[in-house]
């Protein structure tokens, strides 16, 4: 099973698949849009907090505000965190999100970090040591991930055309003769992204995920591909066997209804 993170998708066997983490720009505009709703939020509590508060002596109205303080800036970014699974109004509109380092979505004692380490570097210094700890860290984290064990990742990336998987000549043959039938769904889908993907991947993480998955591919398949046989040559074959028999059965499957079709209107005349 593979698990996103930050800068890749890990999988079951510590293979790293190298995925693009939100950039300082798209940070920077949702950490804003994020600090605009929490002024706006204040001032609409204030101007209806203080006018009741006017009877009361310096130090009410002082731990009042403050508390106001720490309920915006560290009490709601917290709480929606947690209960958004890392996302807030500014990461929705920027498609990013905060999960754990190991890909999994944050809890509170995640958001709470985050949010208390905010205070000082995104509020009282102006988001200065922030910025520069991103763009120092190789992963894009500020001090809170850093301290939380977080990262910020883009969830909505620019659309890439599907091509379609060619089938390898010298392997035409044994795939025709091959039981590619017992191949799961989500092992197929994994075959897929490894050779949409393999061109972007570090080589060393594309041989060793291309060997994993011809493994699991092999131990399904009956009778194996020739051993001197690449692997992604073997999982080409195999994705492209598969979609070349889908195709058949949807049309053996519509050739058999156009003939139903073709008999019901003849048997009232027949």
Same mark, same amino acid.
């Given at each position: !099973?593979?698990?996103?993170?930050?800068?890749?998708?890990?999988?079951?066997?510590?293979?790293?698949?190298?995925?693009?983490?939100?950039?300082?720009?798209?940070?920077? #505009?949702?950490?804003?849009?994020?600090?605009?709703?929490?002024?706006?939020?204040?001032?609409? *509590?204030?101007?209806?907090?203080?006018?009741? +508060?006017?009877?009361?002596?310096?130090?009410?109205?002082?731990?009042?505000?403050?508390?106001?303080?720490?309920? +915006?800036?560290?009490? $709601?970014?917290? &709480? *929606?965190?947690?209960?958004?699974?890392?996302?807030?109004?500014?990461?929705? *509109? !920027? =498609?990013?999100?905060?999960?754990?380092?190991?890909?999994?979505?944050?809890?509170?004692?995640?958001?709470?970090?985050?949010?208390?380490?905010?205070?000082?570097? /995104? %509020?009282?210094?102006?988001?200065?040591?922030?910025? $520069?700890?991103?763009?120092?860290?190789?992963?894009?984290?500020? $001090?809170?991930?850093?301290?939380? =064990?977080?990262?910020?990742?883009?969830?909505?990336?620019?659309?890439?055309?599907? @091509?379609?998987? /060619? !089938?390898?000549?010298?392997?035409?043959? %044994?795939?025709?003769?091959?039981?590619?039938?017992?191949?799961? #769904?989500?092992l197929a889908l994994a075959c897929r992204q490894l050779l949409a993907r393999s061109h972007r991947l570090n080589p060393t993480s594309r041989?060793?995920?291309?060997?994993?998955?011809?493994?699991?591919?092999? #131990?399904?398949?009956?009778?194996?591909?020739?051993?001197?046989?690449?692997?992604?040559?073997?999982? #080409?074959?195999? /994705? &492209?066997?598969?979609?070349?028999?889908?195709?058949?059965?949807?049309?053996?499957?519509?050739?058999?209804?156009?003939?139903?079709?073709?008999?019901?209107? @003849?048997?009232?005349?027949?």
């Amino acid at each position: !099973m593979a698990h996103a993170l930050g800068t890749g998708v890990v999988t079951g066997d510590a293979v790293v698949l190298e995925l693009p983490r939100a950039s300082a720009v798209l940070r920077i #505009a949702s950490g804003l849009l994020d600090a605009l709703v929490v002024l706006v939020v204040g001032l609409v *509590v204030l101007v209806v907090a203080l006018p009741r +508060l006017g009877g009361a002596n310096t130090s009410s109205v002082a731990t009042v505000v403050s508390v106001l303080l720490v309920l +915006l800036v560290v009490g $709601i970014p917290t &709480a *929606v965190e947690t209960l958004t699974r890392g996302r807030s109004l500014g990461r929705l *509109v !920027m =498609g990013t999100r905060v999960v754990r380092d190991d890909g999994g979505p944050v809890r509170f004692r995640h958001a709470v970090v985050r949010a208390l380490t905010g205070v000082g570097e /995104l %509020w009282l210094l102006t988001g200065a040591p922030a910025l $520069i700890t991103a763009l120092a860290n190789r992963r894009g984290k500020r $001090i809170g991930d850093l301290l939380a =064990g977080t990262v910020v990742v883009r969830e909505r990336a620019a659309r890439q055309e599907v @091509r379609e998987v /060619l !089938m390898p000549p010298e392997l035409a043959r %044994w795939a025709s003769t091959a039981d590619v039938g017992a191949l799961p #769904a989500g092992l197929a889908l994994a075959c897929r992204q490894l050779l949409a993907r393999s061109h972007r991947l570090n080589p060393t993480s594309r041989e060793q995920l291309g060997a994993q998955l011809r493994a699991d591919v092999v #131990a399904r398949v009956f009778p194996p591909p020739p051993p001197s046989a690449s692997p992604e040559r073997v999982l #080409a074959a195999v /994705l &492209a066997e598969r979609r070349r028999r889908d195709l058949e059965r949807l049309r053996a499957q519509e050739e058999r209804r156009r003939q139903d079709a073709d008999e019901l209107q @003849r048997l009232p005349f027949s």
